[in-house]
């Protein structure tokens, strides 16, 4: 049931964000909806992605955002599309949704005992976790050792974005302008 309303919240802050006309309420709706999104990854038990998620996408994201909206003009200035260019997005959109529908039906359900990577890898991981990285920990173990090189690349993005906000937010003399 949960799952339904993030997904019902994550739909309208979308429709919201995109139908704004004032680009400082959309930065709002989409760091909002990059929180959302961060409790959805919580909730299917990726709390180092909900993390990241809520770093990078909620609050270094919005921080750009609102950066490069200094340098702009706030409010959207709308143009008529005509022909073809005013019905091509619905047309991009609806074949990714046929084709992410059509990837799906052959999954297994969410949870399922008898899904490929409960067969093989999670078992594996129980049994030789502590025997090959040391650690007594499963998830540690997972995270540090089998999973290292992603956990690296996490911490890569989330430092990198920091610095990089860290950079264009200094303030900087009259004579370096």
Same mark, same amino acid.
Request: no cysteine; net charge negative; charged share 15%.
């Given at each position: 049931?949960?799952?339904?309303?993030?997904?019902?919240?994550? /739909?309208?802050? #979308?429709? #919201?964000?995109?139908?704004?006309?004032?680009?400082? @309420?959309?930065?709002?709706?989409?760091?909002?909806?990059?929180?959302?999104?961060?409790?959805?990854?919580?909730?299917? =038990?990726?709390?180092?992605?909900?993390?990241?998620?809520?770093?990078?996408?909620?609050? /270094?994201?919005? /921080?750009?955002?609102?950066?490069?909206?200094?340098?702009? =003009?706030?409010?959207?200035?709308?143009?008529?599309?005509?022909?073809?260019?005013?019905?091509?997005?619905?047309?991009?959109?609806?074949?990714?949704?046929?084709?992410?529908?059509?990837?799906?039906?052959?999954?297994?359900?969410? @949870? @399922?005992? &008898?899904?490929?990577? @409960?067969?093989? /890898?999670?078992?594996?991981?129980? &049994? =030789?976790?502590?025997?090959?990285?040391?650690?007594? =920990?499963?998830?540690?173990?997972?995270?540090?050792?089998?999973?290292?090189?992603?956990?690296?690349?996490?911490?890569?993005?989330?430092?990198?974005?920091?610095?990089?906000?860290?950079?264009?937010?200094?303030?900087?003399? &009259?004579?370096?302008?």
């Amino acid at each position: 049931m949960i799952n339904l309303m993030l997904l019902l919240f994550l /739909v309208i802050i #979308a429709i #919201a964000a995109i139908q704004a006309k004032d680009i400082l @309420n959309s930065i709002m709706y989409l760091g909002v909806y990059s929180l959302f999104m961060a409790l959805v990854w919580t909730e299917l =038990n990726a709390v180092d992605v909900a993390f990241t998620e809520a770093a990078v996408g909620a609050g /270094v994201s919005g /921080v750009f955002m609102i950066g490069a909206l200094t340098r702009m =003009n706030r409010f959207e200035s709308s143009r008529e599309r005509t022909g073809s260019s005013k019905y091509m997005p619905v047309f991009i959109v609806a074949v990714t949704a046929v084709m992410l529908f059509y990837a799906t039906v052959d999954m297994p359900a969410y @949870n @399922n005992p &008898e899904a490929p990577i @409960n067969k093989h /890898v999670a078992p594996y991981y129980i &049994e =030789n976790s502590e025997h090959e990285t040391g650690s007594v =920990n499963i998830v540690t173990s997972v995270l540090a050792s089998y999973r290292g090189y992603d956990t690296l690349g996490e911490t890569s993005v989330v430092f990198t974005a920091a610095i990089s906000v860290i950079l264009l937010l200094r303030r900087r003399d &009259e004579n370096e302008r």
